[in-house]
């Protein structure tokens, strides 16, 4: 069955390798060549897989390198082992019949004209088909050849065993009897009771069944009563159809289509099936991929879910020469149980989601994101595969953007869709239609100047809302700057004065009796630092510790009097190390704070010299206030203290593998910690091992404590976990638990997950995914583990994109 990519790909033929043949003697026009060689055969005949297949120990570095632990052993190179003979091409078209056929054996018998016979050790070559055997018969006047005995054949990427095999050597096409097959780049097996190369790249295979296991170790296998390989395409079908696990049948096709590499194939992809606790019930899908073209795709997923009925989505992918667009679609006619809970309703939902990124060259792109749904439920109750996060507003969004190293442009108009009910109307995102962004620098002498400038028209339907809450506006904000940049290798200082200027345009409210009010508030800021180091050695490793005190004044003269200009999208921000060095403590434009104020901070880096790698970095740091903070939001953003809480932050990274990240709000008034985070993330080199620790505090707000990891307990088991505890809730708001099997030819995620709902209910939920190597899976655990667990999307990269093609 097909699996699509994660991007576009086109078919490139790989050439075939030159070659060196023996070569006695030249006889009639099919260029045929005798000679005597010693005894070659062995006593036993092996399979092709046996052939090529070698325990770990045994396999070439490059080999072992790419090889997973849990896989006991692999296959050889195929230009390497089996019969030895050399590979060539066999012309343009596949096209045969007046390339030279190489043979040799022990005894010959030649009839002029007529015919050839060996025996003993033959072998034969023509171009890029080769086969060794016990006898062989070569007619002259049909260029037929008939071989028998341990037959070995070896191509470009296959290797072939038989007993009795019959080969054209006009056309290249071969029948093999009593036939194994591996196919090398996909690590794929089996056997035949016959086996025909009916082109140069197909393969028919009668009664036969194939596998990406190991030899001798059949966990799965499709068996059929004829299957077509075409490498040249990269997919197989196959006929009358079974799945058999441990050799016992668990499923049946009539006809199926499925991939031998990654390339993308038109077919059904595996089917997936789950439940949940909270709204979604028991659900079967079947997806189906159309691969329409090089440069589109779909893929189309109907659905039954138990209570709600038939919902399908779908999925469609373009790319341009300028950039990759993503529709995504999900409908249902008639919700069973959406009309129960909701009666009037007629059951019919629905949900778009629109993305697309494209990049015209000389430093301009453009991009839009549009995503809608019919009710407020649909994403908790039907979403399964749509981009679309359970979030409050859904964004729609599209501009164009250009930036050089001087200046930057953007253009763009966007809005949102609310689907929260608790939203106040007056609370609800205002759209900009549009906003207009543009910042420039340019450089005088030793002065530097600089311009951002930003124009915005405000939008929102406000006609059941009074006062500033009814307020639609245009407003202009243009932010002049002149700065004297000074730089040495030992600091730095940048003093500068910025002008904040901003005016509306109000409709349907005013200011003090006018609808255009504007605000100026000039800014001085002065941002500087020091910079020493000194050699240091620690654990027999030499380092560059850093110290790098940093000095930052601000002083914005703002009146305290905004408090009756509207609120479009302005924000108090949250407190950190990086709002040392910010002079307004407002985001957005509707607000300019207030400042007279100084911050002092320090930082110190260790940076190992063996390898380049900042090994810690440690930074801590204060705000002085010198005057009082007035200006306000909603009541927020005055204070009258004298400095700020201590800010920190440390990141240490003993080893590539391992970070330990903390930042911290300390209030040394009132000796208590204001905000607390700090996170640990290991991982092995090979992701085997991945775990997480953290811990989130704020102060009367959250507590939690986040544990999570992949620990293997031997090579094919994994145990797999996730716990989220909430402290003041004294609750557990998330959870996942489950194990992981993996062996060199199947895998399997089992996991069982709860977590907390908008409305505070605990789902629950059973998710899976089986993986057969070369055949693609079915389940959707995965992405739910990725969410969950640092560094799972990197192995799973790792475990499939490289091994499990």
Request: glycine share 10%; charged share 20%; hydrophobic share 35%.
């Amino acid at each position: 069955m097909p699996v699509p990519p994660s991007q576009f790909r086109r078919f490139r033929p790989v050439p075939a390798n030159d070659v060196k043949s023996r070569v006695a003697s030249v006889l009639g026009p099919a260029l045929l060549i005798l000679s005597t060689v010693s005894p070659a055969l062995a006593d036993s005949s092996p399979t092709a897989a046996e052939i090529d297949w070698r325990p770990r120990a045994e396999l070439p570095p490059e080999v072992v390198a790419g090889l997973p632990l849990f896989c006991e052993g692999g296959y050889l190179p195929s230009t390497a082992g089996g019969n030895g003979l050399p590979l060539v091409s066999a012309g343009a078209g596949g096209d045969v019949s007046n390339l030279p056929i190489y043979a040799s054996g022990l005894s010959a018998r030649y009839e002029i004209d007529r015919a050839l016979f060996l025996q003993g050790d033959v072998r034969l070559q023509q171009g890029a088909f080769a086969m060794t055997g016990d006898q062989a018969h070569y007619d002259q006047q049909t260029g037929m050849v008939a071989l028998s005995g341990a037959l070995v054949s070896r191509g470009e990427g296959f290797l072939l065993t038989g007993n009795e095999a019959e080969y054209d050597s006009a056309s290249g096409q071969f029948q093999l009897n009593t036939a194994t097959f591996l196919l090398h780049d996909s690590e794929m097996r089996g056997s035949a009771r016959s086996l025909s190369r009916i082109a140069e790249h197909q393969v028919r295979i009668d009664q036969g069944y194939l596998t990406t296991c190991a030899p001798n170790r059949n966990d799965w296998a499709i068996v059929a009563s004829e299957i077509e390989l075409d490498q040249a395409e990269g997919f197989g079908t196959a006929k009358h159809v079974r799945l058999e696990v441990l050799d016992t049948p668990v499923f049946y096709w009539p006809y199926a289509s499925f991939p031998i590499d990654d390339r993308r194939k038109t077919g059904f992809l595996y089917p997936a099936f789950g439940t949940s606790n909270a709204g979604s019930g028991l659900y079967v899908s079947v997806p189906y991929y159309l691969n329409l073209a090089p440069h589109y795709d779909a893929t189309v997923t109907p659905q039954y879910i138990h209570g709600r009925g038939l919902f399908t989505e779908v999925e469609g992918r373009y790319l341009s020469r300028f950039g990759e667009s993503v529709l995504q679609l999900g409908y249902i006619g008639n919700d069973g149980e959406f009309t129960d809970e909701n009666p009037g309703e007629d059951g019919e939902r629905w949900a778009l989601d629109f993305e697309t990124r494209a990049s015209f060259g000389t430093g301009w792109r453009g991009y839009g994101d549009y995503s809608v749904v019919s009710d407020n439920d649909y994403l908790s109750d039907l979403n399964r595969s749509l981009d679309i996060s359970n979030a409050t507003h859904l964004l729609r969004r599209g501009g164009v953007s250009y930036a050089d190293s001087n200046q930057y442009f953007d253009a763009y108009v966007s809005g949102y869709q609310t689907i929260a009910d608790r939203i106040l109307e007056a609370n609800k995102p205002y759209a900009q239609l549009p906003e207009i962004l543009y910042g420039g620098r340019t450089g005088l002498g030793w002065l530097e100047t600089s311009l951002e400038a930003e124009y915005s028209y405000f939008y929102r339907d406000n006609e059941l809302l009074t006062g500033v809450d009814k307020a639609n506006a245009q407003r202009l904000r243009l932010l002049p700057e002149l700065a004297l940049p000074m730089q040495r290798l030992w600091g730095y200082a940048r003093p500068s004065v910025t002008l904040d200027y901003t005016r509306y345009q109000l409709e349907d409210y005013d200011v003090n009796g006018s609808a255009s009010p504007d605000r100026a508030v000039p800014v001085v800021e002065w941002d500087s630092g020091l910079y020493f180091d000194r050699r240091t050695v620690l654990f027999d490793i030499p380092f560059n510790q850093t110290l790098e005190p940093r000095l930052y004044y601000a002083w914005a003269d703002a009146d305290n009097d905004q408090g009756g200009l509207p609120d479009f999208d302005s924000a108090l921000r949250s407190f950190s190390f990086d709002e040392l060095f910010r002079r307004n403590r407002f985001s957005g434009g509707d607000r300019v704070g207030d400042a007279n104020q100084m911050t002092l901070a320090l930082t110190s880096r260790f940076n190992d010299l063996n390898s380049g790698a900042e090994r810690a970095r440690f930074s801590l740091g204060q705000i002085y206030y010198f005057d009082d903070r007035e200006v306000t939001l909603d009541g927020l953003g005055a204070s009258t203290r004298s400095e700020s809480s201590l800010a920190g932050e440390a990141v240490l990274r003993p080893l590539d593998t391992l970070d330990l990240r903390s930042s911290l709000l300390w209030d040394p008034r009132d000796n208590v910690t204001e905000e607390s985070r700090s996170q640990l993330l290991f991982h092995t080199a090979d992701y085997r091992y991945l775990a997480s620790l953290g811990y989130t505090y704020s102060r009367d707000e959250i507590e939690q404590s986040d544990i999570g990891g992949v620990v293997p307990v031997t090579d094919n088991v994994s145990l797999i976990g996730r716990w989220v505890y909430d402290s003041q809730l004294d609750r557990t708001v998330g959870s996942l638990a489950g194990l992981e099997y993996n062996s060199c030819c199947w895998s399997l995620q089992l996991v069982h997950q709860n977590y907390l709902t908008d409305d505070e209910e605990l789902e629950s939920r059973v998710l899976f995914q089986i993986q057969l190597k070369g055949l693609g899976g079915s389940g959707d655990s995965s992405s739910a583990i990725a969410d969950a667990i640092y560094g799972f999307d990197e192995r799973e990269r790792r475990r499939y994109g490289t091994q499990y093609r």
